[in-house]
């Protein structure tokens, strides 16, 4: 089983930043893809941001600018640095790891999300 916990989310006024986190645990597991979605009352998930093996990084077009994945995450984490926040920004923000484990004598892959943590952008 794998574990995925986020956390750094909360109430800011529009302009202003926040730092998320997310973290995924667990044992017999390597990581191929850790990404954040969003999903706000009413409209569908929707991608933000995310990691692929090699480093490769990706932004949805809504946030290109504002958000980055800085350089210093540690081994299966996935921060996400938002800038010049607005308050279309606020939604649950998930993150989704898109893991390969070794189960019962075979690789499996799986997607493991988290609970999700709420940032909400006042204007």
């Known amino acids: 089983q794998v574990q995925v916990m986020e956390s750094g989310g909360a109430l800011v006024q529009a302009g202003g930043s926040l730092r998320l986190s997310c973290t995924a645990s667990g044992s017999h597991f390597s990581i191929n893809a850790l990404d954040w979605y969003r999903q706000s009352p009413g409209k569908q998930r929707e991608f933000v941001a995310g990691?692929?093996?090699?480093?490769?990084?990706s932004y949805a077009d809504s946030v290109k600018g504002r958000f980055t994945i800085p350089g210093d995450n540690a081994k299966d984490t996935l921060n996400l640095q938002m800038n010049n926040l607005k308050p279309e920004d606020t939604a649950v923000y998930s993150c989704?790891?898109?893991?390969?484990?070794?189960?019962?004598?075979?690789?499996?892959?799986?997607?493991?999300w988290g609970q999700g943590t709420q940032v909400t952008v006042a204007s």
């Open positions: 989704n790891a898109d893991v390969t484990q070794y189960l019962n004598g075979e690789f499996v892959r799986r997607d493991y």
């Open positions: 990691k692929r093996a090699g480093n490769r990084l």
